[in-house]
């Protein structure tokens, strides 16, 4: 459940479950990954309609929308004109707070990725950043067991 929040994803469910919870670091990678998937790609086909209509309900909460696509856009073009979807997987992949999935389907929509490209990008870059945290907690447990 912890993988399909917004905050917390796999790398909060990892930790959990290998540190906390002491189950395998393979089970725990595999539900974390169709966890964290789940919302991710659903997020991905939900956003178009979802601001569509969010953006009907006022003037305000347009000008919101607007100014958060044009900042979000200035701030990541540069990567994504270099390295297209390629960006798109590296920064899911990047296990730092902001960097998941949910944060990668909305710069998806925000570029116009197309469902063809974004979604593999999307799942590459939750496969890496499962197995960089994976790595992470296993051997900082181990390293904490000494």
Do not use: C
């Amino acid at each position: 459940m912890t993988a399909m929040t917004p905050l917390g994803e796999l790398r909060a469910a990892i930790p959990l479950g290998i540190g906390l919870y002491k189950l395998s670091p393979w089970l725990v990678l595999g539900l974390s990954l169709v966890g964290n998937a789940i919302p991710v790609v659903l997020l991905y086909f939900l956003l178009e309609p979802v601001t569509r209509g969010l953006r009907k309900l006022g003037r305000p909460i347009d000008q919101f929308f607007t100014w958060l696509f044009s900042h979000t856009y200035h701030r990541h073009a540069a990567s994504f004109d270099k390295y297209g979807s390629l960006a798109l997987a590296i920064f899911v992949a990047i296990p730092l707070p902001l960097t998941g999935g949910w944060s990668g389907a909305l710069l998806a929509y925000i570029f116009g990725i197309k469902w063809q490209y974004a979604i593999p990008s999307l799942l590459l870059g939750i496969l890496g950043a499962g197995i960089i945290v994976t790595l992470l907690t296993v051997g900082g447990v181990w390293f904490f067991s000494l």
